[in-house]
């Protein structure tokens, strides 16, 4: 009966000395407390009882996140965020296993001295404009330290900063200011361009309301020496017709202040004083208008003779 009861117990033993080690994982075997070796992934056998596994190692890419509060060169205290990837080289296995405890305390105190000494150099703007050099720094040193203790740094990251409260409402003021300068810089200009505009528009806008004005006078000179030529071919002589070129204009102008119905119409005493001085202001404008009308007759006469001694010269 006894070897029966022997042979599973040998081969639970034997069984017990298997074991399986993860992809991206090391696994560091020692002997009566001594190193043995080092097994990769895959199925491995150990001397039960003899070899005993001491400790596994993740050979991934890890991160380490650290926050560090330090002052910059204008005196502001900030908050930074370092990010610090690295990972157990695969030759240094024992190296990283032995040589340290804890590497993440190791790498947190490296990030700490680092930031502490490159950020009190910066102002604050700089702090945000070269966290890339800040990132740089800790990397070149983290590496220097960590490669003897097996680990690789692959990257460190400067990934977020964080002035005080106070500060960041001082900046969000500074900044709002500013655009709204540069907004009432841009309004001013359009506002320049506006008027300088309008001017420009007023002042064509005159030149062509000038112009009108000065046609329809040479429209109207052109009219009345017409007439003045039709009252004369049937028999009225100048003083007439220019009398009468007047009154028709003068009931022309009532009757287009009737036609307005907001118009305001002003009627003159009627007075025999203010009858007889319009009587004299019409006499007055009758005159002037026969002048008008004999010089303008005289000179159509002028132009007709020029006109047949250069005929008769042909």
Excluded at 38 to 52: E, N, V
Excluded at 122 to 132: N, T
């Amino acid at each position: 009966m006894a070897p029966f009861v022997l042979i599973p117990i040998l081969v639970l033993i034997a069984l017990s000395g298997l074991f399986v080690v993860k992809q991206q994982t090391a696994a560091i075997v020692e002997r009566f407390g001594r190193f043995l070796t080092i097994r990769q992934s895959g199925l491995h056998f150990k001397i039960p009882l003899i070899d005993k596994i001491s400790g596994r190692i993740s050979l991934r890419i890890l991160q380490l996140d650290v926050i560090v509060e330090t002052k910059t060169k204008d005196d502001v205290f900030v908050k930074l965020k370092v990010s610090v990837q690295y990972k157990v080289v695969q030759e240094k296995v024992y190296d990283a296993f032995y040589k340290l405890d804890y590497p993440q305390d190791q790498i947190t105190s490296y990030v700490f001295d680092v930031v502490r000494a490159v950020v009190p150099k910066m102002k604050l703007d700089d702090v945000f404009e070269k966290k890339d050099d800040i990132a740089n720094a800790v990397k070149g040193e983290l590496n220097d330290a960590m490669i003897n203790y097996g680990y690789d740094i692959i990257k460190a990251l400067v990934t977020d900063i964080d002035p005080d409260s106070e500060v960041k409402a001082a900046m969000n003021r500074i900044n709002a200011a500013e655009r709204k300068k540069v907004a009432a810089q841009y309004e001013g200009d359009a506002e320049r361009i506006l008027i300088v505009e309008k001017a420009k528009a007023e002042a064509e806008s005159k030149r062509l309301q000038g112009q009108g004005i000065a046609d329809q006078r040479r429209e109207i000179a052109r009219g009345l020496e017409e007439s003045v030529d039709v009252l004369n071919g049937v028999g009225i002589n100048s003083q007439e017709a220019s009398a009468l070129i007047v009154v028709t204009q003068h009931y022309d102008t009532l009757q287009s202040i009737g036609e307005e119905t907001n118009s305001n119409l002003i009627l003159l005493p009627n007075s025999p004083q203010a009858g007889s001085e319009m009587l004299n202001n019409m006499v007055a404008s009758f005159t002037a208008s026969n002048q008008i009308g004999e010089a303008m007759k005289a000179q159509n006469l002028n132009k007709k003779k020029n006109k047949g001694s250069s005929d008769d010269g042909a």
